[in-house]
Structures are given as structure tokens and as C-alpha cells.
Nanobody
Framework: QVHVVESGGGLVQAGGSLRLSCAAS??????MGWFRQAPGQEREFVAA???????YYSDLVKGRFTISRDAAKNTVYLQMNSLKPEDTAVYFC?????????????????WGQGTQVTVSS
């Protein structure tokens, strides 16, 4: 069993920055991803780092968000810059990639409870 805990959400004005953290404990392949879900919408892919440290981003956040990993701590970070009101959502961290398209939530086995990010205009 892998336990996943996110932190770092909050309220920020448009154009501002936030950094989310996600720590995973337990056996893992060290692949981790970030997804987000706005009210009334489906969960969508944001960014991921897969086993060999290759990173992937949604086109919606490419150039503004950066995912990074501290392998020793089994922790990933999501640095979010130039935030927009449409980035407002609950952000979920996922761990342990089980295969398939990395943009699919079903491709990750373990999930955190989520952290709220609110961007005001």
C-alpha cells in the first residue's frame, strides 16, 4: 500500500505562483502525477514524471507549470507560475504508474485526498 499526501494549495491572485508538494510512502516505482478537477468537470491530467524521470505536461499548463522530483524523499513538486482563474480546481497527486496513457487517471494506482487551489481574478 502506498500512502499519498499533498500539500501547498491555497488562494492566490491571477499571475501569482504556488508550489504543491506530494509525498508518497511505501513501495513504488516512483512514477507520480498531478491531476485536477474543477466543480462539475472531469478529472484532468496536469503533469507527470514517469519511472525514467521523463516529464509530461498538459498543453494547458505547459510553459507555466514545472514538475520535479526529490527521489530520496519520494516527493514530487508542482511549481505553478502565471496562474489563471481557470487553474482553480482541487489538485490530486497520484503515485505508481501501472501502464497505459499517462494522461489517464486509471494509469495511476494510488491517490491523495487533494488540495484546493483557488486563483482569483
Amino acid at each position: 500500500q502506498v500512502h499519498v499526501v499533498e500539500s501547498g494549495g491555497g488562494l492566490v491572485q491571477a499571475g501569482g505562483s504556488l508550489r504543491l508538494s506530494c509525498a508518497a510512502s511505501g513501495p513504488s516505482d516512483y512514477s507520480m502525477g498531478w491531476f485536477r478537477q474543477a466543480p462539475g468537470q472531469e478529472r484532468e491530467f496536469v503533469a507527470a514524471v514517469i519511472r525514467n524521470s521523463r516529464t509530461y505536461y498538459s498543453d494547458l499548463v505547459k510553459g507555466r507549470f514545472t514538475i520535479s522530483r526529490d527521489a530520496a524523499k519520494n516527493t514530487v513538486y508542482l511549481q505553478m507560475n502565471s496562474l489563471k482563474p481557470e487553474d482553480t480546481a482541487v489538485y490530486f497527486c497520484a503515485a505508481h504508474y501501472v501502464g497505459g496513457a499517462h494522461e489517464r487517471a486509471a494509469s495511476f494506482e494510488y491517490w491523495g485526498q487533494g488540495t484546493q487551489v483557488t486563483v482569483s481574478s
